[in-house]
């Protein structure tokens, strides 16, 4: 059979077997030995365990469990509400303010956490009920919040572009400075429509949250100070020559662990166990699908699919902006089934060979294919930010949260189009930094 129709075959497996409820890792084992059974024999499957295991076999997967670490001990204090309080006495004049303070919050928060549903969690338990209680609409309250909880996979440190480094081979240092831009970009794009959206309702009185004198402005500060070491203490030991990506997880780890027993009193035997039991079952599963992924990735190499599917896409005439295009679409639909570790995990084997035969840069790729996953975050069916919303205020319906997040979805596409127009968004960065290529 041609490898382009089993690729097709493998495609379409892949999706029914997923749909049926499997974890997305053990589906994957699945289809993998399912296919090479049928194709290359029983024999096979001897080199299963060695590729499974083989994939768990890298330094640079220590900064998994790390950063996860890094998010949760944070996560279980009041440090996002201090974070959006903060924020709140110093934006309240704006149009809009209170909703740009929680998108200021969900950014700094992003960028301890690494992980969307804790941001939108630790923000949203304070954001949301404050902006309904202030006037502002459930849609504006739930949908900023779940759009802003997003940004935790693309603002560094990210887990999303941890994988995509070792799935694809690429820098975690240039992929998380590569994040930074983009993930202000989306920042300043999120408050923009917030105030458009605010001035242009005509009720700034009602919507504007009140005044603070210069003294309570100041008095709050030193509650944001902890968040600026951990940032500042995390990127010092990463690009000042100090520590490896993995080694620097762990130095964030332990501010973070640091911050959460002695600032927020988390000393409680029983609270740190909830913080690492935890952490372990999220490394443990993200861990479970790379290395049934490693599998999944070996099996489409050994049937000459990945290799065909790139020469295939190379004899093609079409413009690379097409193909592009076409790429997005695709992560934009797996994007709306499945998470975003997985969809990398799958489909970054495939596409990697494509984007760089096209002449796109890997680096820039990710950041693009990161902001599609963020867009998959918030869009049904499964749209994991808005059920942890609906989480936080079960009063509001589901189709509330996600029409009023619907405009930062096209913020997001916005930041897409414009990362096509000025690539230099996501490259400058790393390269003045790092300097160089790959």
Not at 5 to 27: K, M, N
Not at 185 to 200: G, H, I, P, Q, R
Not at 220 to 229: A, D, H, W
């Amino acid at each position: 059979m041609d490898p382009l129709t089993i690729g097709a075959l493998i495609a379409v497996v892949t999706i029914l077997v997923l749909f049926s409820g499997v974890s997305v890792a053990i589906g994957l084992l699945i289809v993998s030995a399912g296919f090479l059974i049928v194709f290359d024999g029983v024999r096979s499957l001897e080199l299963m365990p060695e590729i499974f295991f083989g994939k768990l076999d890298n330094f640079a997967l220590l900064s998994i469990p790390m950063f996860i670490i890094m998010g949760a001990s944070i996560s279980s204090t009041r440090a996002g509400a201090d974070l959006y309080e903060a924020l709140e006495r110093w934006l309240t004049r704006l149009p809009g303010g209170l909703v740009i303070s929680n998108l200021g919050a969900c950014a700094l928060f992003a960028a301890m956490s690494g992980s969307s549903p804790a941001t939108c969690a630790a923000i949203g338990k304070m954001g949301i009920p404050e902006m309904r209680k202030r006037g502002y609409p459930d849609g504006v309250a739930a949908g900023s919040i779940a759009a802003g909880g997003t940004l935790g996979i693309l603002i560094p440190p990210s887990v999303t572009m941890i994988v995509y480094g070792i799935a694809t081979e690429t820098s975690i240092g240039r992929l998380f400075l590569a994040g930074v831009l983009p993930g202000v970009l989306l920042v300043a794009l999120f408050m923009a429509w917030s105030m458009y959206a605010t001035v242009k309702s005509g009720n700034t009185q009602l919507l504007n949250s009140g005044s603070y004198t210069w003294r309570q402005k100041f008095e709050i500060l030193p509650r944001v100070l902890p968040f600026i070491v951990i940032i500042v203490g995390v990127l010092y030991a990463m690009y000042g020559g100090i520590a490896t990506p993995s080694e620097t997880a762990a130095v964030g780890a332990l501010l973070c662990l640091l911050i959460a027993i002695i600032i927020y009193k988390l000393w409680h035997p029983r609270a740190l166990w909830v913080v690492l039991r935890d952490s372990t079952r999220e490394s443990v599963m993200i861990l479970f699908i790379i290395a049934a992924a490693g599998v999944f990735s070996y099996m489409l190499s050994s049937l000459y699919i990945t290799q065909s599917i790139a020469e295939w896409i190379g004899t093609l005439e079409v413009n690379r902006w097409v193909l592009m295009l076409a790429v997005n679409v695709f992560l934009l639909i797996a994007g709306f089934f499945l998470p975003p570790v997985a969809v990398i995990l799958m489909a970054a084997p495939i596409l990697l060979p494509i984007i760089t035969t096209a002449g796109f840069d890997p680096i820039w790729f990710a950041v693009v294919l990161t902001i599609n996953m963020e867009i998959g975050l918030i869009s049904p069916p499964v749209g994991l930010n808005l059920y942890v919303i609906n989480g936080i205020a079960p009063d509001i319906s589901l189709k509330t949260i996600l029409l009023g997040s619907l405009p930062y979805v096209a913020c997001m596409v916005i930041a897409i189009l414009l990362l096509c127009l000025f690539p230099g968004i996501a490259t400058w960065l790393p390269t003045a930094v790092m300097g160089g290529r790959l």
